[in-house]
């Protein structure tokens, strides 16, 4: 059912209307009569598509139900019980009812009343619904709750026998008229009155001039005659930069058969193609190390990531960038807090000086406890640093040290060549470092040696030009013997060369 402009109407058999009938329409609410209420309703939503009208009931009196009728009549759905031994009779009654002839209500549109049909015309059928109710207030109930075998069977009579309008009846299309490409496909059309749901009776088709004529040819469209088929792309030929790349492109028939590419109508399309694998350029980037040891104690690793990376920011397979190069991935690091390490003490060592003041050593390592009579080497960051047991200490109270004899640096020799001297100073002096007179004089080092003995070179007289004298106290130079420094050498070079073949004559 569909909702309409029509409406239902509803009175008693004294003409009184109890909802519509008269102007206005009524209002859907609930409305007394018969002994029963109505609840009337107008487009609820699903429950109520159209209009609907129902009461409990029973209904004492005689009502008339009828539609004013606005609109074409897209059917009625009702239903409504009674007690089953009246059934037999009203069967008998609902056989012999014909619709009243309509009479007109001045000035309300034309009300029908009697029975209503799902078919209009062409036949139809009308079943009655036995139903289980309550005899005192014709509730209905559930069918467990009457007697099964005072179930009536179900009543089914036709309705509605007259012929429907003769109309415009096609046939099924017919095939399309090609395999391939555009094509018609035809059908027969012929105006058929409907005698009965199963049979329709050709009539002439000047009973249908009144219709427009169904179309009995339309356009069809197989699967095209030829097309192009177009492959995958090749692989770039390059893995990075731009490159080229290729595909197959055939003329194909509709049979599948490889046509010559002049027998494709649309335009072929491209073979090669240019590729951009991205920039070649590439480097290893990576994150910060990590914010925590991977150790809770002692020593652990700090993690970060490392990824090869084009300039233009696309990642690439580590392979792509040198491995020499790469970046470490992790590296060591030490938790403040030790691992529950003992420190444990080797011996004490000799002391280092019979004498004076020495100091002795020995081994301290830090041990990790396996059990109780086992223990293996840790790093000394599984203990506490500031329990570790000292490494050194002073001697016990030695003897004091005879005095030594000490001696300062050499001086510098009197003479760069023909034998100079040096000399240097001794002292002797106790273990607090003062001077002593108790050292053993025949141990005391000695004082001055000879130093630069080699023979210094002969000057040849008057062999070069440009030996002269640049000073006025060329004589106090080579009296004061200064003749064999480079520098008086070179200032006093004729004075000093005479002097030299004086006291050295070939």
Same mark, same amino acid.
């Given at each position: 059912m ?6 239902l109407?509803l009175?008693k058999d ?8 008269r102007w206005?329409?009524s209002?859907p609410?609930?409305y007394?009569?018969s002994?029963?209420?109505f609840h ?5 939503g699903?429950s109520?598509?159209?209009e609907?009208?129902?009461a409990?009931?029973?209904?004492a009196?005689?009502?008339i139900?009828q539609?004013?009728?606005y609109?074409?009549n897209p ?5 409504y019980?009674i007690p ?10 609902m ?6 002839p309509?009479?007109?209500i001045h000035?309300?549109?034309?009300a029908?009343s009697?029975?209503?049909?799902s078919q209009t015309?062409g ?8 139903l289980?109710?309550k ?8 069918d467990?709750?009457?007697?099964p075998d005072e179930?009536?069977?179900t009543?089914?009579t ?9 109309? @415009?009846?096609?046939s &099924?299309?017919?095939p /399309? $008229? =090609?395999?391939c !490409?555009? +094509?018609?496909?035809? %059908?027969?059309v012929e105006?058929?009155e409907k005698?009965s749901?199963?049979f329709s ?7 249908c001039l ?6 009995t040819?339309?356009k069809c ?5 030829s097309? @192009?088929?177009?492959? &995958?792309w090749s692989? /770039? $030929? =390059?893995?990075c !930069?731009? +490159?080229h790349?290729? %595909?197959?492109v055939r003329c194909?028939?509709a049979d599948?058969?490889?046509l010559?590419d002049?027998k ?6 491209t073979t090669?193609?240019?590729?951009d694998?991205?920039?070649?350029a590439?480097a ?7 914010k925590e040891?991977s150790a809770?104690?002692g020593?652990?690793l700090?993690h ?7 300039d233009?920011g696309e990642s ?6 040198k ?13 403040e ?5 003992l420190?444990?003490t080797g011996p004490w060592?000799?002391?280092t ?7 002795k050593?020995r081994d301290v390592t ?8 086992s223990f293996t080497?840790a790093?000394?960051?599984?203990c506490l640093?500031?329990e570790k047991?000292a490494?050194?200490?002073l001697?016990?109270t030695?003897p004091?040290?005879?005095?030594e004899?000490?001696?300062s640096?050499?001086?510098e020799c009197s003479a760069?060549?023909g034998?100079g ?6 002292k002797?002096?106790d273990?607090n470092?003062?001077q002593?007179i108790l ?6 080092p000695v004082?001055?040696q000879s130093?630069n ?6 000057i040849?007289?008057n062999?070069d030009?440009?030996?002269r004298d640049?000073?006025k ?7 004061a ?5 480079p520098y008086?050498?070179?200032?006093c070079?004729?004075?000093c ?7 050295h004559p070939?």
């Amino acid at each position: 059912m569909k909702s309409s402009r029509n409406f239902l109407a509803l009175k008693k058999d004294d003409d009184t209307y109890i909802i519509n009938g008269r102007w206005p329409r009524s209002s859907p609410g609930q409305y007394k009569a018969s002994d029963t209420v109505f609840h009337y309703n107008r487009h609820a939503g699903k429950s109520c598509v159209g209009e609907c009208l129902h009461a409990q009931g029973p209904i004492a009196d005689k009502l008339i139900l009828q539609l004013l009728a606005y609109d074409r009549n897209p059917g009625i759905f009702y239903e409504y019980t009674i007690p089953s031994g009246m059934v037999p009779k009203i069967l008998h009654k609902m056989k012999n009812i014909r619709p009243p002839p309509p009479r007109q209500i001045h000035p309300q549109p034309q009300a029908y009343s009697g029975q209503f049909y799902s078919q209009t015309c062409g036949g139809g059928t009308q079943e009655t619904r036995i139903l289980c109710v309550k005899m005192n207030s014709q509730v209905v109930v559930t069918d467990d709750n009457c007697d099964p075998d005072e179930k009536l069977p179900t009543q089914t009579t036709a309705c509605n026998t007259k012929p429907c309008q003769a109309r @415009w009846t096609p046939s &099924e299309w017919s095939p /399309c $008229s =090609v395999s391939c !490409g555009e +094509g018609k496909k035809t %059908r027969h059309v012929e105006c058929q009155e409907k005698i009965s749901p199963t049979f329709s009776k050709r009539v002439s088709a000047t009973v249908c001039l009144n219709q427009t004529r169904l179309p009995t040819v339309t356009k069809c469209v197989e699967k095209p005659c030829s097309q @192009w088929v177009v492959k &995958e792309w090749s692989k /770039c $030929s =390059v893995e990075c !930069g731009l +490159g080229h790349r290729k %595909r197959e492109v055939r003329c194909v028939g509709a049979d599948d058969k490889v046509l010559t590419d002049r027998k494709c109508t649309e335009p072929k399309p491209t073979t090669s193609d240019v590729c951009d694998m991205g920039s070649c350029a590439k480097a290893w980037f990576f994150t910060e190390w990590s914010k925590e040891c991977s150790a809770s104690c002692g020593h652990g690793l700090l993690h970060r990531k490392v990824h090869c990376s084009a300039d233009n920011g696309e990642s690439l397979p580590d392979n792509k960038c040198k491995q020499n190069t790469k970046p470490k991935s992790e590296k060591t690091c030490k938790s403040e807090r030790p691992c529950g390490g003992l420190w444990f003490t080797g011996p004490w060592s000799e002391c280092t000086a019979t004498c004076g003041q020495g100091v002795k050593v020995r081994d301290v390592t830090c041990v990790n406890k396996l059990n109780r009579n086992s223990f293996t080497v840790a790093e000394e960051s599984n203990c506490l640093k500031e329990e570790k047991p000292a490494t050194e200490e002073l001697c016990e109270t030695l003897p004091d040290c005879p005095p030594e004899w000490y001696t300062s640096q050499w001086t510098e020799c009197s003479a760069s060549c023909g034998t100079g001297s040096k000399s240097r100073e001794t002292k002797c002096v106790d273990a607090n470092l003062k001077q002593s007179i108790l050292c053993d004089i025949s141990e005391r080092p000695v004082t001055r040696q000879s130093c630069n003995t080699n023979s210094c070179l002969q000057i040849p007289l008057n062999t070069d030009p440009m030996c002269r004298d640049h000073m006025k106290q060329c004589k106090m130079v080579v009296q004061a013997r200064l003749c064999p420094y480079p520098y008086y050498k070179q200032r006093c070079c004729e004075t000093c060369r005479k002097h030299y073949h004086h006291h050295h004559p070939s």
